[in-house]
């Protein structure tokens, strides 16, 4: 394959120009160097090197301006703003640069299309004049302020234009406008030959110039179009070549210099549809783990989205052992951003207190994480375990060590909403990152490190030399604006190995294999996205780019990629739903619909191979060690809420009782559902523990709700630490509280009322018995904390609380042997039965004896007492009372399930249906 590069250079040495006096102007620097290296190969003898220019650079030569940057651009015009503008009317900087990037927008194509920036301008502000016309005819303040914007637009032009050309500099729109006034002095100065390769769409600044070199003789341009697209009159690749050699008056006498007919010639295209980006990037993996060097040393891999960089380079194959990426890498996307984003927020909303969360996410992100820890991870303990939902920095940098706090303290320390202290502070940040990366070699990191140094230099020299940056918003929405146009250049061989690049670093440039991802619309072509105040119709009347002429640039590359590549493969995301998601791109269709006749189309939709995978239910064999933490935990006694666990799944027991492994502690941001029964539970303790063995008055009742508002505060700040409990979900909580126990308390009142005599016997007492169980040779008990144990008319009570919600047929049963398989049904009869059990082991329990729940969500319910049904839909005659009987037989199912867990012959066996239970 000839690239069109090679193609031109052919041409100029077989007509025997002498290359070393042409001067070369190529779409892009890229582009250049490949132009240098082909002249190397086809030179048969040396030569001194041309010169070569990217149009930007020409149109610098030619104008004798330097470019700047968007973000000098903004500064310098905010100083034109305000020397434009009465001092009442001007709006402050953080507002202005919300409006300003896209006016400077305007202004750049207003310059690069040489419109009369006036007559554009009034014709401009008269439609917005129009609009509002309409809408009102006696004209507000609001409305005259917003018309006199659009009225000054000249004058802020006129000034910006002139600030920049008196310091010889100038926008890239202002360049071109200088470089199309400057072109006859410059061919008046440079003789000798210009030769333009590769270009299509041009602005009008770049057309004046091009027709003025080409009518005085001083250049050649050849236009890389196929005759096929130039005779397809409907067809986008053709729009801009096929109206400069219908309309520039030089071709009405001048032939096309070099006539390209190789889009017709065979072609293997194949369009694949997979879904998701990172499909894509994988799939792309695949691809070039089939080809070999020579292969691989003649494809491109052209990016449609960019962010496809990473997911990509982690995909390629290990056989790619050389590779030019020509796109850089984004800075945003480096690991180290998101630390100094984060770091922003934490100061954007400044508070006395730093809030948890956000803390953690500094301490412990993945771009200090190594440097921290392992104290990073031990404050995050301590944040947790004393559930401290807000943080002075004081006690933060407490938390690490002398060498560690300067760091921390450069994070944390009050910025003051001041742009310098911020800047000063992210560099100390910096260095301190510095001294520590070197230390664990992390070269990359350092890369990345360096590249944040630059920035906030630059953003430092920004500072001093245009002073609008006054608060720390300001600065945050700068360093994002330069970061977002700062990339991370990769080192390689240029034109050695695989090339990966962007749709437009392929200008100009051929190659015999090429891939395209994101082949979808919106992307290839980007659709009518536009950051612009100029309105569709006013672009049409100046002929300034509409979306209809960027999808022409786009359709443009994208078939000037096909035309001398042998092998093409189109790859586009099939996901209709979610972020990156779209359809396939118009270009596909066309392809198909327009088929030539030596074209090998192939069309193919891939998915990962995803197997079925059977869930294997987990099975734990008991080792000796396993039985002997089991002994250890029948010597210390199995609790009601170990035995229920081990019924709803043996390998939670296994889980959390033999190998201990929690939850990890979190901060309780919102009381969560344990600590609500925490606080009631502590609270009634508080209430009834004086009274033990007393017999309740209402007297004593009307205390108690006299105390519930003050009780209950005091409760949640010993169990819920100082977290603020007056506003959003946790006041609710509060009050949730407060009317679960004011219920109850009315409860007791209304049983007091009715005659019921109460007399507490024990509240919130621990409990430990002893079992007898035959075959079991060492020592069994049981243990737990009975809530309460009331004598009511005579009657025993053994009372659970829950704050749950609680039905009365979840504590009654028909069937023993259920009670120690079925948690769903029985789990909470099993708890309140081994509760009794326990009593009546340590203290015989006066007949008659009556267990059962106080459900505090279901208070109408009362007291639901446990019973004993004869079958599962008896309605009468159920059995209320706890008689021997009733414990015999519950014993033995509970001497069987205390067998199984202590039988090493039975392993602990998942069970396939889980579920979570909220009562306590």
Same mark, same amino acid.
């Given at each position: 394959m000839r690239s069109f590069i090679n193609r031109v250079l052919q041409r100029l040495l077989s007509s025997e120009e002498n290359i070393s006096e042409i001067t070369f102007v190529l779409p892009s620097k890229r582009a250049g160097a490949f132009l240098i290296n082909e002249l190397s190969r086809l030179g048969r003898k040396s030569i001194f090197a041309p010169k070569i220019y990217s149009i930007e650079e020409f149109t610098e030569e030619?104008?004798?301006?330097?470019?700047?940057?968007?973000?000098?651009?903004?500064?310098?015009?905010?100083?034109?703003y305000q020397n434009c503008t009465p001092k009442e009317e001007q709006e402050d900087f953080d507002t202005f640069i919300n409006w300003a990037q896209t006016l400077i927008h305007d202004f750049n194509e207003v310059d690069r299309y040489l419109i009369d920036h006036r007559a554009f301008f009034n014709y401009l502000s008269e439609i917005q004049d129009q609009k509002h016309w309409f809408l009102q005819e006696e004209k507000t303040d609001l409305i005259k302020n917003y018309l006199k914007f659009w009225h000054k637009l000249p004058e802020f032009y006129e000034k910006l234009s002139d600030k920049f050309l008196s310091k010889k500099q100038g926008y890239q729109g202002l360049i071109y406008r200088k470089a199309?006034?400057?072109?006859?002095?410059?061919?008046?100065?440079?003789? =000798?030959?210009?030769?333009?390769?590769?270009?299509?769409?041009?602005?009008?600044?770049?057309?004046?110039?091009?027709?003025?070199?080409?009518?005085?003789?001083?250049?050649?341009?050849?236009?890389?179009?196929?005759e096929i697209f130039l005779k397809d009159r409907e067809n986008g690749a053709s729009l801009f070549i096929r109206e400069y050699l219908e309309k520039w008056p030089y071709y009405q006498s001048h032939p096309l210099p070099l006539k390209t007919e190789e889009y017709g010639e065979k072609k293997n295209i194949e369009i694949t549809g997979v879904?998701?980006?990172?499909?894509?990037?994988?799939? /792309?993996?695949?691809?070039?783990?089939?080809?070999? @060097?020579?292969?691989? @040393?003649? +494809?491109?891999?052209?990016?449609? !989205? !960019?962010?496809?960089?990473?997911?990509?380079?982690?995909?390629?194959?290990?056989?790619?052992?050389?590779?030019?990426? &020509?796109?850089? %890498?984004?800075?945003?996307?480096?690991?180290?951003?998101? %630390?100094?984003?984060? /770091?922003?927020?934490?100061?954007?909303?400044k508070e006395k207190e730093y809030y948890y969360k956000d803390v953690i996410s500094i301490i412990n992100h993945p771009g200090i994480a190594p440097i921290?820890?392992?104290?990073?991870?031990?404050? +995050?303990?301590?944040?947790?375990? !004393?559930?401290?939902?807000?943080?002075?920095?004081?006690?933060?940098?407490?938390?690490?060590?002398?060498? /560690?706090?300067?760091?921390?303290?450069?994070?944390?320390?009050?910025?003051?909403?001041?742009?310098?202290?911020?800047? =000063?502070?992210? @560099?100390?940040?910096?260095?301190?990152?510095?001294k520590q990366l070197k230390s664990i070699q992390n070269n990359l990191g350092l890369e990345f490190l360096y590249q944040f140094h630059v920035l906030f230099n630059k953003l430092e020299n920004l500072n001093e030399a245009y002073p609008h940056i006054k608060t720390i918003k300001s600065l945050h929405g700068f360093f994002r604006e330069i970061m977002s146009t700062q990339s991370l250049d990769f080192q390689g061989r240029p034109f050695n190995g695989l090339q990966l690049m962007g749709m437009l670093e392929s200008r100009a440039l051929d190659f015999e294999n090429v891939i395209i991802t994101s082949v979808n619309e919106g992307v290839l072509p980007s659709g009518k996205s536009s950051n612009s105040f100029i309105p569709y119709d006013l672009k049409k009347v100046y002929k300034l780019p509409t979306y209809r002429e960027k999808d022409a640039v786009y359709t443009y590359h994208f078939y000037r990629l096909l035309q001398r590549a042998k092998k093409v493969t189109l790859l586009y995301n099939t996901e209709s739903s979610g972020l990156n998601a779209g359809e396939k791109s118009r270009f596909l269709t066309q392809l198909e619909i327009e088929k030539q006749p030596k074209h090998q189309i192939i069309k193919k939709s891939i998915s990962p191979k995803v197997s079925a995978n059977p869930k294997q239910l987990q099975e734990i064999q008991k080792t000796p060690q396993i039985m002997e933490k089991i002994r250890s935990l029948a010597v210390s006694g199995f609790s009601p809420s170990a035995l229920t666990t081990y019924i709803r799944n043996p /390998?939670? %027991?296994?889980?959390?009782?033999?190998?201990?492994?929690?939850? #990890?502690?979190?901060?309780?941001?919102?009381?969560?559902?344990?600590?609500?029964?925490?606080?009631?539970?502590?609270?009634? #303790?508080?209430?009834?523990?004086?009274?033990?063995? =007393?017999?309740?008055?209402?007297?004593?009742? !009307?205390t108690f709700i006299k105390r519930v508002d003050s009780e209950i505060k005091l409760q949640f700040e010993k169990s819920y630490t100082r977290a603020p409990m007056n506003r959003g979900q946790n006041l609710l909580i509060f009050e949730v509280a407060k009317r679960y126990l004011l219920n109850f308390l009315k409860y007791e009142q209304k049983r007091l009322k009715r005659g019921d005599e109460i007399q507490i016997l024990r509240i919130e007492n621990n409990l430990k018995a002893p079992l007898n169980i035959s075959g079991l040779n060492f020592p069994i008990f049981i243990r737990g904390k009975v809530d309460r144990v009331e004598k009511t008319n005579g009657i025993t009570r053994i009372i659970d609380y829950k704050t749950g919600k609680v039905e009365q047929n979840k504590i009654e049963i028909s069937d023993w042997e259920a009670i120690s398989t079925d948690y769903d049904k029985y789990g909470k009869s099993f708890q309140?039965? +081994?509760?009794? &059990?326990?009593?009546?082991? &340590?203290?015989?329990?006066?007949?008659?004896?009556?267990?059962?729940?106080?459900?505090?969500?279901?208070?109408?319910?009362? %007291?639901?007492?446990?019973?004993?049904?004869?079958?599962?839909? #008896?309605?009468?005659?159920?059995?209320?009372?706890i008689n021997d009987q009733i414990l015999e037989s519950f014993k033995i199912e509970l001497n069987k399930l205390i067998v199984e867990i202590c039988n090493p012959e039975v392993p602990f066996t998942e069970k396939e249906i889980k579920k979570s239970y909220g009562s306590f």
């Amino acid at each position: 394959m000839r690239s069109f590069i090679n193609r031109v250079l052919q041409r100029l040495l077989s007509s025997e120009e002498n290359i070393s006096e042409i001067t070369f102007v190529l779409p892009s620097k890229r582009a250049g160097a490949f132009l240098i290296n082909e002249l190397s190969r086809l030179g048969r003898k040396s030569i001194f090197a041309p010169k070569i220019y990217s149009i930007e650079e020409f149109t610098e030569e030619i104008s004798g301006l330097k470019t700047v940057d968007n973000t000098i651009s903004i500064f310098e015009f905010f100083e034109v703003y305000q020397n434009c503008t009465p001092k009442e009317e001007q709006e402050d900087f953080d507002t202005f640069i919300n409006w300003a990037q896209t006016l400077i927008h305007d202004f750049n194509e207003v310059d690069r299309y040489l419109i009369d920036h006036r007559a554009f301008f009034n014709y401009l502000s008269e439609i917005q004049d129009q609009k509002h016309w309409f809408l009102q005819e006696e004209k507000t303040d609001l409305i005259k302020n917003y018309l006199k914007f659009w009225h000054k637009l000249p004058e802020f032009y006129e000034k910006l234009s002139d600030k920049f050309l008196s310091k010889k500099q100038g926008y890239q729109g202002l360049i071109y406008r200088k470089a199309s006034e400057e072109i006859r002095e410059y061919i008046n100065k440079n003789c =000798q030959k210009h030769v333009f390769i590769g270009f299509n769409a041009l602005n009008a600044a770049e057309e004046k110039i091009f027709q003025y070199l080409l009518e005085n003789s001083t250049a050649e341009v050849f236009w890389d179009i196929d005759e096929i697209f130039l005779k397809d009159r409907e067809n986008g690749a053709s729009l801009f070549i096929r109206e400069y050699l219908e309309k520039w008056p030089y071709y009405q006498s001048h032939p096309l210099p070099l006539k390209t007919e190789e889009y017709g010639e065979k072609k293997n295209i194949e369009i694949t549809g997979v879904p998701k980006n990172i499909g894509q990037a994988k799939y /792309l993996g695949e691809i070039l783990a089939n080809m070999d @060097q020579v292969q691989l @040393q003649r +494809t491109a891999v052209v990016l449609g !989205e !960019e962010d496809l960089l990473l997911p990509v380079l982690n995909s390629l194959p290990p056989n790619v052992a050389a590779l030019n990426i &020509t796109m850089g %890498f984004p800075l945003k996307n480096a690991p180290i951003t998101s %630390f100094f984003e984060k /770091l922003f927020h934490i100061h954007l909303n400044k508070e006395k207190e730093y809030y948890y969360k956000d803390v953690i996410s500094i301490i412990n992100h993945p771009g200090i994480a190594p440097i921290l820890n392992p104290h990073a991870a031990k404050a +995050t303990l301590k944040i947790n375990k !004393e559930n401290i939902v807000y943080l002075k920095p004081e006690k933060l940098i407490s938390f690490f060590p002398e060498d /560690l706090q300067k760091l921390i303290s450069n994070c944390f320390t009050d910025w003051e909403d001041s742009p310098k202290q911020a800047l =000063q502070h992210s @560099q100390d940040i910096i260095s301190e990152i510095k001294k520590q990366l070197k230390s664990i070699q992390n070269n990359l990191g350092l890369e990345f490190l360096y590249q944040f140094h630059v920035l906030f230099n630059k953003l430092e020299n920004l500072n001093e030399a245009y002073p609008h940056i006054k608060t720390i918003k300001s600065l945050h929405g700068f360093f994002r604006e330069i970061m977002s146009t700062q990339s991370l250049d990769f080192q390689g061989r240029p034109f050695n190995g695989l090339q990966l690049m962007g749709m437009l670093e392929s200008r100009a440039l051929d190659f015999e294999n090429v891939i395209i991802t994101s082949v979808n619309e919106g992307v290839l072509p980007s659709g009518k996205s536009s950051n612009s105040f100029i309105p569709y119709d006013l672009k049409k009347v100046y002929k300034l780019p509409t979306y209809r002429e960027k999808d022409a640039v786009y359709t443009y590359h994208f078939y000037r990629l096909l035309q001398r590549a042998k092998k093409v493969t189109l790859l586009y995301n099939t996901e209709s739903s979610g972020l990156n998601a779209g359809e396939k791109s118009r270009f596909l269709t066309q392809l198909e619909i327009e088929k030539q006749p030596k074209h090998q189309i192939i069309k193919k939709s891939i998915s990962p191979k995803v197997s079925a995978n059977p869930k294997q239910l987990q099975e734990i064999q008991k080792t000796p060690q396993i039985m002997e933490k089991i002994r250890s935990l029948a010597v210390s006694g199995f609790s009601p809420s170990a035995l229920t666990t081990y019924i709803r799944n043996p /390998l939670d %027991f296994y889980h959390q009782y033999v190998l201990g492994i929690r939850e #990890q502690e979190e901060v309780e941001e919102t009381v969560a559902y344990n600590t609500l029964g925490t606080v009631v539970h502590d609270t009634l #303790q508080n209430f009834y523990e004086p009274y033990e063995n =007393q017999v309740i008055s209402e007297e004593i009742i !009307e205390t108690f709700i006299k105390r519930v508002d003050s009780e209950i505060k005091l409760q949640f700040e010993k169990s819920y630490t100082r977290a603020p409990m007056n506003r959003g979900q946790n006041l609710l909580i509060f009050e949730v509280a407060k009317r679960y126990l004011l219920n109850f308390l009315k409860y007791e009142q209304k049983r007091l009322k009715r005659g019921d005599e109460i007399q507490i016997l024990r509240i919130e007492n621990n409990l430990k018995a002893p079992l007898n169980i035959s075959g079991l040779n060492f020592p069994i008990f049981i243990r737990g904390k009975v809530d309460r144990v009331e004598k009511t008319n005579g009657i025993t009570r053994i009372i659970d609380y829950k704050t749950g919600k609680v039905e009365q047929n979840k504590i009654e049963i028909s069937d023993w042997e259920a009670i120690s398989t079925d948690y769903d049904k029985y789990g909470k009869s099993f708890q309140v039965l +081994t509760y009794a &059990t326990m009593l009546n082991a &340590t203290t015989k329990l006066e007949h008659p004896v009556e267990v059962g729940i106080i459900s505090f969500k279901n208070m109408k319910g009362g %007291f639901l007492k446990f019973c004993k049904k004869d079958t599962p839909n #008896q309605r009468s005659a159920k059995k209320y009372e706890i008689n021997d009987q009733i414990l015999e037989s519950f014993k033995i199912e509970l001497n069987k399930l205390i067998v199984e867990i202590c039988n090493p012959e039975v392993p602990f066996t998942e069970k396939e249906i889980k579920k979570s239970y909220g009562s306590f």
